[in-house]
């Protein structure tokens, strides 16, 4: 399989960590290794929709939803970048 990179940076890399971009593992399954994946439903009542979960081991998780769904990719894409900053703040 051919893996395809999204331009959307996800980390600045301002803290000395690896920038990471958004990679293609499946038809609509998009993931940021060590960091968060998004994929669309494609059975039951949310049929369409994607998706989304900050994988991200750091922060106080018991304080922030880490996953959820969103009726676009781009939209379930920006809610896994704002988890993963609200978690790195907690730190």
């Known amino acids: 399989m051919v893996h395809r990179y999204v331009r959307s940076k996800i980390d600045s ?3 000395n960590s690896p920038k ?3 990679r293609r ?3 609509d399954d998009w993931a940021v290794p060590g960091i968060g994946r998004v994929y669309r439903y494609e059975h039951g009542p949310q049929q369409g ?3 989304w979960s900050c994988t991200a081991d750091i922060g106080d998780r018991s304080a922030i939803k880490c996953e ?3 009726p676009l990719r781009d ?3 920006r809610r896994v970048r704002e988890i ?3 978690l790195k ?3």
């Open 25 to 27: 593992i499946g038809e």
């Open 49 to 51: 929709e994607w998706f």
């Open 75 to 77: 939209e379930a894409m």
């Open 89 to 91: 703040s907690t730190g």
């Open 68 to 70: 959820g769904a969103a």
């Open 84 to 86: 993963y900053e609200a």
């Open 13 to 15: 890399g301002e803290d």
């Open 20 to 22: 990471r971009t958004w």
